[in-house]
């Protein structure tokens, strides 16, 4: 006599499914449909941390921020018209 598929499979604890909800929120929050806008905010702000941990003067940093965003979210806008998303 062979069990049923409910009896095989282990019941997930209610802490395992909020945890996984809680990842997914996270995951579409953060990286949604473009993955590249996420990986490339963090190197934006990585990059301007290391370049105002090196010495550079922090006016330098205060226009390299908003400019490295500007261009992101401009190389995004382009690929996304040539892929068609909308």
């Given at each position: 006599m062979?069990?049923?598929p409910e009896e095989t499979v282990p019941a997930s604890s209610?802490?395992?499914r909020q945890l996984r909800a809680f990842?997914?929120?996270w995951?579409?929050?953060l990286v949604g449909?473009?993955?590249e806008l996420l990986v490339g905010a963090?190197?934006?702000v990585g990059a301007v941390a290391l370049v105002h941990h090196g010495?550079?003067?922090r006016s330098v940093t205060e226009?390299?921020?908003p400019a490295l965003v500007i261009t992101l979210l401009a190389l995004s806008l382009i690929r996304a018209k040539r892929t068609g998303r909308h």
């Open positions: 062979s069990a049923s209610w802490a395992g990842g997914r929120f995951w579409d929050f449909e473009t993955p963090v190197l934006v010495g550079v003067a226009v390299a921020l």
